[in-house]
């Protein structure tokens, strides 16, 4: 079966950084564009990130409220995602999930929470 | 962007009842390979959403039939018939067909 285990979340102040990974198993990993999902409290769904497979060059994409701060990286060795977060502000306060399909597998998610 | 509109924001439903949720977007969901790359989630209380229908009426594994979608081009319909309370959470539709991908705002579904 499929799963997809989000790690490293947890409270940073503002501007700080915090890195978040995802583990997957039960597919061909190397072969899926992988991406995470952010759901602020209470509100609703935001695509963050995305990366592509190897053939694909690794392509990534951001969106516009988090481009230029976060990183999105894979390494397929490991079947492994990561979300580099870098800069972050208290909107940033989100349960990130990682998602493949785009949206056929979800992991648990991850709270991260930028408080002073 | 394509933008997904859903409605209503919220319902308030008795078990046993049936109940539809529409979802609007900007402009066709239909993708070059001629398929509609148009999804329902469900996110119960406190949980992952979780992939109920895909590419418009195609229902994942395990979800009962009591759960149907409908739809094409730019407009689509949720049905669920006769509620169970296991059914009450917030539902989204999800476009894949025009990157970015994007979410409807949701519906939740309560219990009266």
């Known amino acids: 079966a499929v799963q997809l285990v989000e790690s490293g979340g947890g409270l940073v102040q503002p501007k700080e950084s915090l890195k978040i990974s995802c583990a997957a198993s039960?597919?061909?990993?190397?072969?899926?564009?992988m991406y995470w999902v952010r759901q602020a409290p209470g509100k609703g769904l935001e695509w963050v990130a995305r990366?592509?497979?190897?053939?694909?060059?690794?392509?990534?994409y951001y969106a516009d409220s988090v481009k230029g701060r976060f990183t999105i990286s894979r390494d397929d060795s490991k079947s492994m995602v990561y979300l580099q977060m870098d800069n972050l502000k208290t909107e940033d306060t989100a349960m990130y999930y990682c998602?493949?399909?785009?949206?056929?597998?979800w992991g648990q998610g991850v709270m991260v929470t930028v408080s002073s | 962007d394509v933008v997904m509109t859903q409605t209503p924001p919220s319902l308030s439903v008795a078990i046993g009842q049936s109940v539809s949720i529409s979802c609007k977007s900007s402009?066709?969901?239909?993708?070059?390979?001629?398929?509609?790359?148009l999804h329902w989630l469900l996110q119960s209380p406190g949980r992952s959403p979780k992939r109920l229908i895909y590419?418009?009426?195609n229902l994942g594994s395990g979800v009962p039939d009591r759960f149907s979608g409908t739809g094409s081009q730019k407009d689509f319909t949720l049905k669920i018939s006769r509620v169970e309370a296991e059914d009450l959470g917030v539902y989204y539709c999800?476009?894949?067909?025009?990157?970015?991908?994007?979410f409807g705002a949701g519906t939740k579904l309560e219990l009266k």
């Open positions: 999800a476009q894949t067909t025009h990157f970015p991908y994007t």
């Open positions: 990366i592509r497979t190897k053939p694909n060059n690794y392509a990534t």
């Open positions: 402009q066709s969901l239909v993708y070059s390979d001629g398929k509609t790359y």
């Open positions: 039960g597919f061909t990993f190397s072969n899926a564009a």
């Open positions: 998602t493949a399909g785009p949206v056929d597998y």
């Open positions: 590419q418009v009426s």
